[in-house]
């Protein structure tokens, strides 16, 4: 069955930086048909990026998704972190029926 | 950019009662629309795609209709595990666009 990991989440400061990645498991995945996807606590679910290339509006310019199909890796590096960006990423497929369980980003001083 | 929204944003009902939640778009979307079911903790779980196509393993008392900017998810026989938040999801070639969502609780 495949499945994807997130991992790299954590605690970091306003305008600090963090590289969330997302592993492949259990099934051959085109990562550039995958995306990321974030939960603000208690909120709603918000897209973030497309692996070709395309950005919310929020992050357009801070934030950079990229793919490394030799490692079954997707990842997404983001800069210039603000305290808006708290929220669970999640690695999804563009597939639109496989989800990781996400990982936290919490960003505070 | 296209938006979703849904209604209503929470709702109560008994088990067994048949519950429908509607999402609406802000221009024609065709039948790009999916929707999912999320609990508290969990990864959110895809019921249906293309407005209407029941996703393999899903139960069959949940159905999906509509296509343009109106859409529904019906929810026959209510059941105490169908409580969560469900979302719906306008879907193209680069992006997504979610729903707000609708919190169904059981009475």
């Known amino acids: 069955e495949a499945q994807l990991v997130e991992s790299g989440g954590g605690l970091v400061q306003p305008g600090g930086s963090l590289r969330l990645s997302c592993s492949a498991s259990?099934?051959?995945?085109?990562?550039?048909?995958m995306d990321w996807v974030r939960q603000a606590p208690g909120k709603g679910l918000e897209w973030v990026a497309y692996?070709?290339?395309s950005y919310t509006r929020s992050v357009n310019g801070r934030f950079t998704i990229s793919r490394d199909n030799a490692t079954n890796s997707l990842y997404l590096q983001m800069s210039s972190l603000r305290a808006d960006d708290t929220a669970v990423y999640y690695c999804v497929s563009h597939s639109l029926d496989i989800w990781g369980q996400g990982t936290l980003v919490t960003v505070s001083s | 950019d296209i938006q979703m929204t849904q209604s209503p944003s929470t709702l109560s009902a008994s088990v067994g009662d048949r519950v429908t939640i509607t999402c609406r778009a802000s221009?024609?979307?065709?039948?790009?629309l999916a929707w999912y079911q999320q609990k508290p903790g969990k990864a959110p779980k895809l019921l249906i795609y293309?407005?209407?196509n029941l996703q393999s393993g899903v139960s069959s008392r949940f159905s999906g209709s509509g296509s343009g900017t109106e859409f529904t998810l019906t929810i026959n026989s209510l059941q105490p595990d169908d409580s969560a938040t469900y979302y719906c999801?306008?879907?193209?070639?680069?992006?997504?666009?979610f729903g707000g969502g609708t919190k169904v609780e059981i009475k």
């Open positions: 999801l306008n879907y193209n070639a680069y992006s997504f666009t």
């Open positions: 221009q024609m979307i065709s039948t790009r």
């Open positions: 293309k407005a209407s």
């Open positions: 259990g099934s051959a995945f085109n990562f550039y048909e």
């Open positions: 692996a070709g290339g």
